[in-house]
């Protein structure tokens, strides 16, 4: 950002009122690989406190990021990086922030270390309550988090339990916070990183008794809105329940227990969706709450090479796929931990899918009333029972996909949707209306329902990884700009391999096509 636009900024932080500002350089725009400094801009955090300073005088209480972590670096890079971290402070910052942590004993060495180079400003640990395993997970593994041993120990039984994480977990880091407060360290505060979802952090709040228990009765058969005009309201009409505007306000408090594929999948609360991971997904949204260091980025390309290789043909793509199926390969760009069990139930179809054209990147398998604790389809609290239908989403070739579209209309069960990177849409549907992929019944609970999410650009940025000349880039750009992003979901939850018919089908007519004519990205030249 150019020194005329933080000035903008600041001029109207301070012509608002605003006395806080959290300095720090950001992270790059979505879709660059490496940051870089604009024009006229800033190269470091230190030139913008000192830019602050020198223009604004002592209006501001400027924040700078910290990261206890940096204790666990190489001696010589740890110094110099606490170096760092003191010139800013001695030019201007007020007090420092730091990037979240689970290792109570990692933050109270870095703390130690800090003012043994003699930092004396406040520091104000940061800390993420934990909202469910997958959102736990998710976060924990963009930001390289370390956990202690003892919260996987407490919270991963309880994997597909989102209440029951939650409560755990607030119990874990509440007992960290009391031992922060304890310690003679002069922390004096707590910044919670609520991720705009409040439920946890207020229940961490209760736990350290720093605000009243409040026992809340529902006095609707609905969670009434939180926009000020409607707060009192007491009637809606019976049909409300099937009107898509009421749908999306009814299912807010979704957002609260993501596990699974319901709520909005946009949400920060949520975890993986069975397909796609945070690896590249880093969102100003979710790296600037995280206070990321930006020199992950290096790491995380030199594991995606090792991990990827270098592709140069499409088939080299389908087998990274297949691989990841069946569990020969760790991590794709849309998923950064290695298949669910769920999964596994149908990773062979999944294989011969991808062996056959269609690249997969989300599914689930049909599941017709499977117990809440079913250690491979369960989610939610106990005594429930869960529902899915089968759902593919994937890529594929303008050629493969005609193929298929002809078997998909033979079975009126099924229902798709077809985007291709310009943003046309196909689809054989005429319900403006969300259509429920996975559902549980729960004794006393509301039935809850589900989402979808972007990839067009996770894949770009997989292709970002490479040279830029070189033919691994090419091929899976070219690739993403012309192939179709596909999702199909099959209405009957009863027959588990209903869905899996017409990709086989396609597959094999292509297949046979294809046998006299070579292939490039996945498409037959004539």
């Known amino acids: 950002m150019p020194k005329e636009k933080v000035d903008i900024a600041l001029r109207e932080a301070k012509a608002h009122g605003c006395r806080n500002v959290l300095a720090l350089r950001g992270d790059p725009p979505a879709g660059q690989e490496a940051w870089e400094a604009v024009e006229g801009g800033f190269i470091h955090g230190i030139d913008l406190v000192r830019h602050i300073r020198k223009n604004y005088g002592d209006y501001f209480d400027i924040a700078v990021p910290g990261f206890p972590q940096f204790q666990l670096l190489p001696p010589a890079e740890r110094d110099l990086e606490m170096k760092y971290l003191k010139e800013k402070i001695d030019a201007g910052v007020d007090f420092i922030f730091t990037q979240m942590f689970y290792d ?5 060495d870095w703390v130690k270390a800090v003012r043994a180079a003699g930092i004396t400003i406040p520091i104000v640990p940061g800390i993420a309550p934990i909202q469910t395993w997958n959102g736990f997970m998710r976060a924990t593994s963009l930001a390289k988090t370390v956990i202690p041993q003892f919260f996987m120990d407490a919270l991963e039984p309880h994997r597909n339990d989102d209440e029951k994480v939650r409560a755990i977990g607030t119990k874990l880091v509440a007992d960290m916070c009391r031992r922060i407060l304890k310690e003679d360290l002069g922390i004096l505060g707590l910044h919670f990183y609520t991720m705009n979802l409040e439920k ?3 229940m961490l709040l209760e736990e350290l008794n720093l605000v009243p228990r409040v026992e809340t009765l ?11 005009n409607r ?17 999306i306000s009814r299912t807010e408090n979704w957002d609260e227990y993501p596990n699974g594929r319901f709520g909005d999948s946009r949400s920060p609360a949520y975890g993986e969706l069975d397909g796609y991971g945070v690896w590249f997904k880093q969102s100003v949204r979710i790296i600037s709450n995280m206070l990321l260091d930006l020199s992950l980025n290096h790491f995380q390309k030199e594991d995606a090479i090792k991990l990827w290789g ?10 990274l796929f297949a691989r990841f199926c069946k569990k020969q390969l760790a991590a ?12 596994a139930v149908i990773s062979s179809q999944l294989a011969q899918m991808n062996d056959l054209g269609f690249l997969t990147i989300n599914s689930q398998p049909a599941v017709n009333g499977a117990r809440s604790d079913d250690k491979v389809h369960g989610w939610g609290p106990s005594n429930g029972y869960v529902y899915q239908k089968a ?3 994937f890529f594929v070739n303008s050629a493969l996909l005609d193929l298929l579209l002809k078997y998909i209309e033979r079975d009126s069960n099924i229902t798709y949707y077809v985007i291709n990177s ?17 559902w549980g019944v729960f004794p006393g609970k509301e039935i809850v329902q589900p989402t979808i999410d972007e990839a067009y650009e996770l894949g770009q940025q997989w292709a970002q990884i490479y040279d830029e000349d070189s033919p691994s880039r090419k091929l899976i750009s070219d690739f993403m700009e012309t192939s179709s992003l596909v999702n199909v979901v099959h209405n009957d939850f009863q027959d588990l391999e209903a869905i899996f018919k017409p990709f086989f089908l396609a597959g094999e007519e292509y297949r046979a096509l294809n046998a006299t004519s070579p292939i490039v990205n996945g498409i037959i030249e004539h």
């Open 104 to 108: 109570v004993e990692i933050f109270i």
């Open 200 to 202: 946890a952090t207020k």
């Open 218 to 228: 529902k006095p609707l058969p609905w969670r009434q809105s939180l926009t000020p």
């Open 231 to 247: 707060r009192q309201e007491t009637i809606r009409p019976i049909f409300w329940a099937n009107r898509t505007k009421s749908y």
């Open 310 to 319: 270098y592709p140069t043909s499409f088939s080299d793509i389908s087998s």
């Open 332 to 343: 794709l760009p849309w998923s950064d931990q290695a298949p669910s069990s769920e999964t």
């Open 391 to 393: 759902y593919l989403e």
């Open 422 to 438: 310009r943003g046309d849409l196909k689809t054989n549907t005429h319900s403006d209306g969300p259509n429920a992929v996975t």
